[in-house]
């Protein structure tokens, strides 16, 4: 997992090229009200001739200087922003472009696509604060897969995980991880972007590749590793007769449950659910091709079915559970990281929100609040299961250890 991380991560260095030839560092920004800050404005192309650059902006900030030259060995300028009214983005755009003694040359990046954003705030403590909530969500989602994989390896069994649960997570992070890949590394991707949504920054950073790159990994194995399980132990069951299986899984504490018994490991419903979005894949992806739609939009597509796979992946699970009265092999530790990871995501937004008075980010951002609350949600039900409905199923005494480990050697 290290190397594959590395080797992405250098890959990204290599690959990475940015659409825009003007950067502003950092940007977007965020500055305290009636603070200042300084910026950095840096040319990445070969300069010819002097670039000189005009910029302007609205009146909630002052910044000085409002004109700088670019040449070929200093093609970096410092800007200092001074902010004076609340805002939760201001652009500091540029209006006049010229490269100097060459009054037949056009300005050599798309001015529409330049700018700095910078969000005047109330407050630098919860500026940090919605980073810090950016960090604590990101490591309790990316956390949370490995409870659920050592207490399977611990049980030798994936009789707590539905398989519904398993492959729609699979098949979750694949297309983000499609989504994030396709949107970080394609310059003509970011280009289709910014010209369909104006004044925006590109919505994906390494973090969020690297993010889902260890998603679908983890969701791969986990998949794999209760295959591996759930397979060997049906093969036991076809050796032995159906009261010695009985007796075996209750000595194990699993539930000897019909769910997974019937034959099938996933369920009808997922099972035609994973095809139509196959289909649906498969057809976006051809249009595309066709050129009948952009790949922008397949791509968004991808994006929108992670949502609504994130918004029903819980549930054959949580009804698993109901069908079992059990929640034992279903790590609850994995149930806690991901509800942190989901209330962290909604206190990020609301931080935010509430730092610079405008909450159209919090009402807007209907995917992540959505994917937040639904988490949490089913995370409540979760934990209710666990301690409340099925708590009687939960402890393994040490008496009962003795025959798990007798159990094991059959
Ligand atoms: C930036 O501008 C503000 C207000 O004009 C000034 O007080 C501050 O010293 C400046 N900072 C830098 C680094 O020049
Ligand atoms: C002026 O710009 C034009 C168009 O980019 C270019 O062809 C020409 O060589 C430039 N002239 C000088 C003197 O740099
Ligand atoms: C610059 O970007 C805008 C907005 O996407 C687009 O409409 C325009 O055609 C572009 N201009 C050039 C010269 O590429």
Request: glycine share 4%; aromatic share 12%.
């Amino acid at each position: 997992m290290y190397r594959v991380l590395c080797l992405t991560l250098i890959l990204a260095t290599c690959v990475k090229s940015s659409v825009l030839h003007l950067e502003f560092d950092p940007n977007p920004t965020a500055i305290v009200i009636h603070g200042s800050k300084v910026i950095t404005v840096t040319y990445t192309q070969p300069l010819p001739t002097p670039l000189n650059l005009k910029f302007n902006s609205t009146p909630q900030i002052s910044f000085d200087p409002t004109e700088i030259t670019l040449k070929d060995d200093l093609k970096e300028a410092v800007i200092n922003i001074t902010a004076k009214k609340l805002s939760s983005a201001v652009f500091l755009e540029v209006t006049d472009c010229n490269l100097v003694g060459n009054d037949s040359a056009a300005c050599p990046f798309n001015k529409s696509l330049t700018f700095g954003v910078v969000q005047v705030v109330h407050s630098q403590i919860l500026s940090y604060l919605v980073v810090v909530t950016g960090w604590i969500y990101v490591a309790a989602w990316s956390a949370c897969f490995y409870p659920q994989i050592l207490l399977i390896y611990e049980h030798k069994s994936a009789q707590g995980c539905h398989f519904d649960f398993l492959v729609l997570n699979v098949l979750g992070y694949a297309c983000y991880l499609i989504y994030n890949v396709m949107m970080y590394f394609s310059e003509d991707m970011q280009n289709l972007y910014l010209e369909s949504h104006p004044k925006s920054l590109i919505p994906v950073l390494l973090n969020d590749v690297l993010f889902s790159l260890h998603g679908l990994f983890i969701c791969i194995f986990t998949l794999l590793q209760c295959l591996y399980y759930e397979l060997h132990r049906r093969n036991r069951a076809s050796k032995v007769s159906p009261e010695e299986h009985k007796k075996e899984m209750e000595a194990k504490q699993m539930p000897h449950h019909p769910v997974h018994d019937d034959g099938h490991l996933m369920s009808y419903t997922c099972m035609v659910f994973c095809s139509l979005i196959g289909i649906f894949v498969i057809i976006t992806a051809s249009l595309s091709m066709m050129g009948v739609f952009t790949w922008l939009r397949f791509i968004d597509n991808l994006a929108l079915i992670k949502m609504i796979i994130t918004a029903c992946k819980y549930y054959p699970q949580a009804v698993h559970n109901y069908k079992r009265k059990s929640t034992l092999g279903w790590s609850i530790a994995r149930v806690w990281l991901d509800f942190i990871g989901g209330s962290m995501s909604i206190a990020q937004m609301i931080l935010q929100a509430v730092n610079t008075d405008d909450w159209s980010g919090f009402i807007g951002n209907k995917g992540k609040l959505g994917i937040g609350l639904l988490s949490v949600g089913f995370d409540i039900v979760f934990v209710v299961q666990h301690y409340l409905l099925y708590y009687h199923q939960k402890p393994i005494d040490e008496e009962e250890e003795e025959t798990v480990e007798k159990g094991k050697k059959y």
